[in-house]
């Protein structure tokens, strides 16, 4: 539950900073677009596990490293998915910690000029 008020309180930050602040319109939209497809890619990955089939790899699933990590996190808690694999969860959560501090380190260098 944690993980899902986190990408969700995320996501509705950068559509506030968009509409309110200026946020480039790029940013939003990749973040929801990667987001969006991390989901669909855990998605495919928990069908295709279920039915004995060809797996999206690991490294694909990273993405979230990009900034899909909203999405990732929305689809561990749906699917019930890559839940349990600790390292899988720890690289995924350093993504989340590196992704969203260079996000801020680049609204705090725009809000104060730096």
Do not use: C
Not at 32 to 57: C, E, H, P, Q
Not at 75 to 91: E, L, M
Not at 95 to 104: K, L, T, Y
């Amino acid at each position: 539950m944690f993980s899902k008020i986190i990408a969700i309180l995320f996501l509705l930050v950068i559509t506030f900073l968009f509409f309110n602040k200026g946020l480039h319109r790029l940013i939003l939209f990749g973040y929801f677009t990667l987001s969006l497809l991390t989901f669909v890619l855990y998605a495919i990955d928990k069908r295709n596990a279920i039915k004995g089939r060809w797996r999206v790899s690991e490294k694909t699933l990273q993405i979230s490293l990009l900034g899909g990590w909203p999405g990732a996190l929305l689809a561990q808690q749906a699917f019930r998915h890559k839940t349990q694999k600790r390292p899988f969860i720890f690289v995924l959560w350093l993504g989340v910690i590196i992704n969203a501090g260079v996000f801020a380190y680049f609204l705090y260098s725009v809000v104060f000029g730096l």
